[in-house]
Nanobody, 123 residues
Framework: QVQLVESGGGLVQPGGSLRLSCAASGRTFSTYTMAWFRQAPGKEREFVAAINWSDGSTSYADSVKGRFAISRDNAKNTIYLQMNSLKPEDTAIYYC????????????????WGQGTQVTVSS
């Protein structure tokens, strides 16, 4: 049983930073892609960033390029999303997701999901 547990959300002022974590368990993730999606109130869930566990390749949504960075810690089976220069429009519930093999940006390509963590950017 794959389990993804997010943490690290909270309230931050515009221009601030947060780091989200996603701890993965239940199987060997060496062939998996891990991703972050987000969903704001009244909007569709959208792709934020992804990392391929085996080769470390990454992909980012245009809206977060240069501000967010996704990384992994193989020993801890954990991925991170470092979010800098946060904007009010980054406010959303952030979800960790997993799928086998390569990076995809469509939410329905991901089989496993965490419960989400709230990020609020406000002064």
């Amino acid at each position: 049983q794959v389990q993804l547990v997010e943490s690290g959300g909270g309230l931050v002022q515009p221009g601030g930073s947060l780091r989200l974590s996603c701890a993965a368990s239940g199987r060997t993730f060496s062939t998996y892609t891990m991703a972050w999606f987000r969903q704001a109130p009244g909007k569709e869930r959208e792709f934020v960033a992804a990392i391929n566990w085996s080769d470390g390749s990454t992909s980012y949504a245009d809206s977060v390029k240069g501000r967010f960075a996704i990384s992994r810690d193989n020993a801890k089976n954990t991925i991170y999303l470092q979010m800098n220069s946060l904007k009010p429009e980054d406010t959303a519930i952030y979800y960790c997701a997993a799928r086998r093999y390569g990076i995809r940006t469509w939410r329905y390509d991901y089989n496993y999901w965490g419960q989400g963590t709230q990020v609020t950017v406000s002064s």
